[in-house]
């Protein structure tokens, strides 16, 4: 698999530099995309050349993925991604029912009969309804859009969890915030924004999660007209290269697709004239310009189940498992904090 995207995507006619453009596009694929670890990129110049950009400008941007922590560059071979794409495993009962019979086999082979057993798993499920929960802070772009990707979060959390919710703005401009992070057993925010939250909370114990497209844009997407004129429309600049793609994934069949940004002088001109109306997460604004009757939706992302069951999960699980054992001294993961410190803060 190779990265590969349609030198149309970047739109020169665009009051957003091509650089910026650049950058959007490739961070938006390689945090949200499918590329495995290791797929080895198009050069400076071959990037450049498709792309119809100057090399300097190309360069640049991969200087600031690689800053990013989204790919790496190795001397004298090229750019190649460094992120791994997590494998969901089967959810439902089914899945279950396979754990339930795991579980029972080892038990046997331990010599623990099924009373016993009962017996430990009512005695796990009864601790962890007694005891303390970690402090969760998300870090959001936009409030509102935050508090629903918690809603969907939460239901791998443990009912004494509490998690909260700071925006990026906010934790800049107030130390309040950031110290309320710092105190955080965890501090969860999107993939790609990683190394910008480690960069102003740094000694946070701080972990990025890979988002996908939610079924229902998915679903919205497919079901447009491929007669349709469309518009997509984003609320930051760094995405509006990434627009026309995120439509044409799920709706191929749609070839008049205009984007724009949602404070360009121009942008009720194109929402105007288009027969669908597509926003990114934040722009919800732009809905006033939209004419009755036509179609409208977000473009919602939400968090990716895999991501919430093979990683967040077990990092939860260890900052428990540490908390409830002081003999397992500090918490595992950068800017830990000492057992001590946590204890104090439980009796608090």
């Not at 698999?1 to 950058?23: E, H, N, T």
């Not at 004298?76 to 495993?89: D, R, V």
């Not at 497919?222 to 930051?236: E, G, K, N, Y």
């Not at 121009?266 to 105007?272: F, K, P, Y």
Request: charged fraction near 25%; include cysteine.
């Amino acid at each position: 698999m190779a990265l590969a995207f349609d030198p149309s995507y970047i739109d020169k006619s665009l009051p957003v530099p091509v650089g910026r453009q650049l950058y959007g596009l490739m961070s938006y694929l390689l945090s949200h995309g499918d590329l495995p670890k290791g797929t080895k990129l198009p050069s400076v110049r071959q990037m450049a050349r498709d792309v119809g950009i100057a090399q300097a400008t190309v360069s640049q941007v991969y200087q600031d993925l690689r800053d990013a922590g989204l790919l790496e560059m190795r001397k004298g071979s090229g750019a190649y991604t460094c992120l791994s794409i997590p494998q969901q495993s089967d959810h439902g009962r089914g899945s279950l029912r396979t754990d339930i019979e795991i579980l029972l086999n080892k038990a046997e082979r331990l010599g623990i009969n099924r009373m016993t057993l009962v017996a430990m798993v009512n005695a796990q499920a009864q601790l962890r309804r007694t005891r303390s929960g970690l402090k969760i802070v998300f870090v959001a772009v936009f409030e509102g859009p935050g508090a629903d990707y918690v809603d969907e979060i939460r239901p791998v959390l443990s009912p004494s969890d509490r998690i909260s919710i700071v925006t990026f703005d906010h934790l800049r401009e107030n130390e309040n915030a950031r110290k309320r992070c710092l105190d955080a057993d965890i501090v969860l925010t999107f993939l790609h924004r990683e190394t910008e939250l480690t960069a102003i909370i740094g000694g946070a114990n701080i972990l990025g999660l890979r988002f996908i497209p939610s079924n229902n844009t998915r679903k919205a997407l497919a079901s447009i007209d491929p007669r349709a004129r469309v518009a997509a429309i984003t609320q930051l600049e760094d995405y509006i290269a990434i627009m026309r793609p995120s439509v044409q994934r799920f709706a191929p069949h749609v070839a008049d697709i205009r984007v724009g940004w949602s404070y360009a002088p121009d942008v009720e001109a194109v929402i105007t004239e288009s027969d669908v109306v597509i926003y990114a997460t934040g722009a919800d604004h732009i809905t006033r310009l939209v004419r009755p009757g036509v179609p409208c939706f977000e473009y919602r992302h939400t968090p990716d189940p895999a991501v919430l069951e093979n990683e967040l999960v077990p990092r939860l699980t260890k900052l428990r498992e540490a908390l409830e054992r002081p003999d397992m001294g500090a918490r595992e993961g950068e800017g830990e904090r000492s057992t001590e410190l946590h204890q104090g803060e439980m009796k608090q």
